[in-house]
């Protein structure tokens, strides 16, 4: 299905991103991955080449996202290297807990310069190579950009704005023939509550709670994720832009009673 094609994914060293990984390196995709630790990078990057029918070898590229220079890197690397980029998928980003109360401004700088100042940049260096392609892109938001939830409100507004940008960017790349969509997940069992949100008997209460806030009675899987990413980044989809598509067992519909 993407044969020929170059697809940048951000935060490929862990969670979605490596699944996501997995999921196009399974469809003959050419890869450029991205994460910041280099050691995640290289067996996620090894186990790609082993299932592509190709055997094709990803580029890794080690990057903070918040740097601008590593964000400039990403495209000059890919485009040194293939001269075209497919599809990109802006996976990267980062969860802490805190109310209006207790969220720092660091806090917020961190959470904001990582999951919208870093795909904005990205995008923006992107684009015309993406309309030279006709291509795509996709954005990893939550459930938490669509609807509002306690305790963790600089990573709300973040993915809300992520939302936004989405739409925003479809309507300014659709004549262009670019595609923009993003996928909202809900709680997915990556890991990334543990880094900053909360701790291990935390979240395994948390876990237990999946049952009564999605409507399927449980968290979801990365698997379940990146195949929704690989089908809106196909041209399976090639009739859907600016979507903000829930991956999130029915959180999104549920109501407190």
């Known amino acids: 299905m ?3 094609k170059v697809v940048i ?26 994460g910041r630790n280099e050691e995640n990078l290289s067996k996620v990057s090894l186990k790609c080449e082993e299932m592509s029918p190709s055997k094709l070898k990803p580029l890794k590229i080690v990057a903070d996202l918040t740097n601008e220079n590593d964000v400039e890197n990403i495209i000059k690397s890919t485009v040194n290297k293939f ?44 684009v015309p190579y993406l309309v030279k392609t006709k291509g795509n892109i996709v954005n990893v938001s939550s459930v938490a950009g669509l609807r509002s ?21 479809c309507l300014e ?14 709680v997915i069992e990556t890991g990334i509550h543990l880094k900053g949100a909360m701790n291990e008997e935390e979240y395994k209460a948390y876990l237990v709670k999946c049952k009564d806030t999605h409507a399927l009675g449980r968290s979801g ?37």
Do not use: W
């Open 9 to 34: 994914i951000t935060g490929a060293s862990s969670g979605i991103g490596a699944e996501t990984a997995l999921e196009f390196s399974k469809l003959n995709a050419i890869l450029v991955l991205t």
């Open 83 to 126: 001269k075209r980029i497919d599809v990109l998928v802006n996976n990267a980003g980062v969860l802490a807990s805190g109310s209006i109360e207790t969220t720092s401004l660091d806090q917020y700088d961190f959470i904001m310069n990582t999951n919208v100042r870093a795909p904005y940049q990205l995008t923006m260096l992107a």
């Open 149 to 169: 939830f306690p305790n963790i409100v600089a990573y709300c507004t973040s993915k809300a704005a992520l939302d936004q940008f989405t739409r925003c960017v």
């Open 221 to 257: 899987n990365v698997k379940e994720v990146s195949s929704v990413i690989a089908f809106l980044a196909s041209d399976a989809a090639s009739n859907i832009t600016g979507a903000t598509l829930p991956v999130d067992g029915g959180r999104h519909a549920m109501c407190p009673r």
């Open 173 to 186: 790349l659709a004549p262009k023939g670019v595609r923009v969509n993003a996928v909202n997940p809900g």
């Open 2 to 4: 993407f044969t020929g």
